[in-house]
């Protein structure tokens, strides 16, 4: 709902802070998006505003505040300088952030996050205990629960029609719902609330819903020296276990459906592996066959998914626009469109019509009472909306003028339709939307291809509330019917062996990050009748040389209760919980678990009576080892698939080189450090260094090292090199 009065612009953020205060006082609620929107210039002048002046009041609430790597050691900052540099730019790191992160917070602010970065806070206490539990959808209702009195995002900018309009872009999740809350409060004479934009021309324009007026804000700051690179998550490298849960899920995707996926390595591997489907199919048989995946899960796989290449398509409906989306739309399988429009809808799912504009579409439309026989200016106008007549089709006195040629509006007149087949159909349906999304994230490469799309390709792309993506209130019907075998894809930490979730925290109360918008999509895959949930995790983890299985018997917190368990996918496989018993549930949770922990996880289960005590886990299930998995890795990578990087990075050659030598060296630090510092005399004693590693050292600033622990850290490097066969 647009302010009454004109928005204020301002050019420099001090003044819009004073403006601020002006309006609402110095206690100030100040809530700002998840991610990439945030408004960084404004809330770290506002914040620093608050550190000089006690009497100011600040309470921040947000979700997932970003924050660039800065490395745990001289070796690891070195090697991140110059990526940093060149990836993120003049980013503003968020002066709030940085202070939470050593405890500094001054006493008259407070900051509550909805969201947190995984596992970044386990050990902050003041982020523990500010930590607001909310699903997605509840945002706005909590932060009004709370007091918001100023909202503020960052939004780009562009003439469309003539006219000035800004656009939510990343980030229009919250804002358009909770602004028009705002808004009617402010009848109350006690109530004062402030929404600001603060323009970012870096910010790639996305229309449909995500576009505003510029009336929407009270206070607008443009300056284009505020314009900073965006906060961008570079491609990070995918694993073997991400890889083969990612083929596990691509067998489960229908044709023709709907699609939901996160960020990282694990929508990557989904993303890639759908891509394999699609366009390597002898290939991508091969490597679900030798997985065994048909063979263990053959019947749920040909009536859930399948593993041909996509006829139809796909469409994506995910809170979250990820690069893996793109990826997907730029390999042409996410092309299926949904329409605003009931009938349509359910038309094109029916197969009564196709994208293709012929005379039975009048005909069906017809049928449906969608039109009438005798044309109406409203149905006209409808016509030419959806790309079934064309542009210039106007209806004047009863007839349809069109390039020169005036035909009476009557379908039911053979003549006539003829005519207007001929003359005023359109070629293809328009209005069209492949991906539905809530906000985005992504590395450069991501923000580059959005910012030079077209318009007509750019408004298949609709970024829209969280209210629209994250359920099925609010045009329920016509949802479902866009919805269409939805598989919804998340991640988690652990299963229980009665088909409980754990995602978002620890059982000793700890938040690793948060529910987020989980429980909305676990909700929406029950509630469609075509919809399937999808709950992927690692079947164990290592941590401190310890392994763990992330299959338990129990857990003392939970995320999703056992009854809303759907399928649970593991590196090793499928495991089809819903509707099971509680046996069944438990059988099938061992033929996806890690094999050394196989016989403990059963041996729990029979004396709690949950399984019969013959019962043994079948032969083909107990090989379920990380032995025996990358031995089948290893000669899927040697046909040429499941590259580490399967849709490119920022690193340069040598800092992938550097990168992994790092990684190796920091897992060998605290076993071998005598063996290794006994490597530093061999090398430094073998006179010149090798020509092939020069560009390394070069780059750690180690070519003529001058200190003990520089010549140390140079050896190690070299060690470290030779062992992985680059200085060759």
Same mark, same amino acid.
């Given at each position: ?93 968020l002066a ?8 500094k917070?001054?006493p008259n ?75 009617a ?41 505020y314009?900073y ?62 997985? %065994?995946?048909?063979?263990?899960? +053959?019947? =749920? ?6 593993? !041909? $290449?996509? @006829?139809?398509?796909? *469409? ?18 996410l ?16 197969g ?18 969608v ?8 149905n ?10 064309k ?14 040629q ?19 159909? %359109?070629?293809?349906?328009?209005? +069209?939307? =492949? ?6 994230? !992504? $590395?450069? @490469?991501?923000?580059? *291809? ?76 029950h ?51 819903? @509707? ?18 196989q ?11 949950k ?18 998995l ?14 580490p ?67 140390m ?16």
């Amino acid at each position: 709902m647009p302010s009454n009065q004109a928005s204020t612009y301002f050019v420099d953020v001090e003044t819009c802070v004073d403006a601020i205060i002006a309006k609402v006082g110095k206690h100030i609620v100040f809530g700002m998006p998840l991610g990439l929107g945030k408004p960084n210039h404004l809330v770290n002048a506002l914040y620093l505003r608050a550190k000089t002046d006690p009497g100011i009041h600040l309470r921040i609430m947000t979700a997932l505040s970003l924050e660039v790597p800065k490395g745990g050691s001289d070796l690891e900052r070195t090697f991140l300088k110059p990526f940093v540099e060149r990836v993120w730019g003049n980013y503003p790191a968020l002066a709030y952030l940085t202070d939470l992160n050593h405890n500094k917070l001054p006493p008259n602010v407070e900051v509550s996050e909805f969201f947190m970065k995984a596992g970044v806070f386990l050990n902050n206490v003041v982020e523990q205990q500010n930590y607001i539990s909310s699903n997605y959808t509840h945002i706005c209702r909590d932060m009004l629960e709370n007091g918001v009195n100023v909202l503020s995002q960052i939004v780009a900018k562009k003439e469309v029609d003539g006219e000035t309009c800004f656009s939510l872009s990343c980030n229009p999740d919250v804002l358009p719902s909770l602004s028009p809350m705002l808004r009617a409060l402010e009848g109350n004479l006690e109530y004062r609330c402030a929404i600001i934009a603060e323009v970012n021309n870096n910010l790639p324009f996305m229309y449909n819903d995500a576009i505003v007026p510029v009336s929407t804000f009270d206070m607008v700051i443009d300056n284009p020296d505020y314009d900073y690179t965006l906060f961008s998550t570079p491609n990070m490298t995918v694993e073997m276990t991400d890889f083969m849960i990612g083929m596990n899920v691509s067998t489960l995707v229908k044709d023709g459906g709907t699609l939901q996926i996160g960020i990282g390595s694990l929508g990557d591997a989904i993303a890639y592996s759908i891509i394999l489907r699609d366009q390597q199919n002898e290939k991508y048989q091969w490597v679900v066959d030798d997985m %065994g995946v048909l063979k263990n899960s +053959g019947d =749920l796989v040909s009536r859930l998914g399948g593993t !041909g $290449p996509f @006829s139809k398509g796909l *469409y994506g409906s995910s809170e979250m626009f990820v690069n893996g989306f793109l990826e997907l739309y730029k390999s042409g399988i996410l092309r299926r469109k949904v329409y605003d429009h009931v009938v349509l809808q359910r038309l094109l799912n029916e197969g009564h019509i196709t994208e293709q504009v012929t005379p039975e579409i009048l005909e069906q439309l017809v049928i449906y009472e969608v039109i009438q026989q005798r044309l109406t200016a409203a149905n006209v106008a409808f016509l030419v909306k959806y790309g079934i007549f064309k542009p210039g089709v106007r209806l004047v006195d009863g007839a349809l003028n069109t390039a020169g040629q005036v035909i009476d509006a009557d379908l039911a007149n053979e003549d006539s339709l003829s005519l207007i087949a001929q003359h005023c159909l %359109g070629a293809q349906l328009k209005g +069209g939307v =492949l991906m539905h999304g809530g906000f985005f994230l !992504g $590395p450069q @490469s991501f923000y580059d *291809y959005l910012r030079q799309m077209s318009e007509a390709d750019n408004k298949q792309i609709c970024m829209t509330t969280v209210d629209n993506v994250n359920h099925l209130y609010g045009n329920q019907e016509l949802k479902t019917l866009q919805r269409k075998d939805g598989r919804f894809i998340n991640t988690c930490l652990m299963v229980t062996l009665s088909g409980g979730v754990i995602s978002d925290g620890l059982e000793d109360g700890r938040v690793v990050s948060g529910v987020g918008g989980q429980y909305n999509f676990v909700s929406m895959a029950h509630a469609l009748q075509d919809g399937r949930l999808v709950m992927m995790l690692n079947s164990h983890r290592v941590k401190d040389g310890v392994v763990s299985s992330n299959i338990v018997w129990n857990y003392g917190h939970m995320t999703i209760p056992r009854i809303l368990r759907d399928i649970v996918v593991t590196e090793y496989g499928i495991a089809n919980l819903r @509707s099971k018993s509680d046996k069944e549930i438990i059988a099938a949770l061992l033929n996806i678990a890690d094999s050394r922990f196989q016989p403990d996880l059963l041996a729990t289960a029979k004396s709690a009576g949950k399984i019969p005590n013959d019962y043994e886990i079948p032969e083909r299930y107990r090989n379920n080892t990380p032995v025996e998995l990358q031995a089948k890795f290893e000669t899927y990578r040697q046909a040429n698939l499941f590259p580490p990087y399967p849709f490119g990075n920022d690193f340069t050659p040598e800092e992938l080189v550097i990168g992994k030598a790092l990684k190796g060296l920091k897992a060998k630090m605290s076993h071998k450090v005598g063996t290794m510092a006994g490597g530093l005399f061999n090398v430094i004693k073998g006179g010149e260094l090798p020509e092939k590693s020069l560009p390394f050292l070069r780059r750690m600033n180690l070519e003529h090292p001058v200190t003990f622990k520089d010549k140390m850290v140079q050896s190690l490097l070299l060690t470290e090199l030779l062992e992985g066969g680059h200085l060759e």
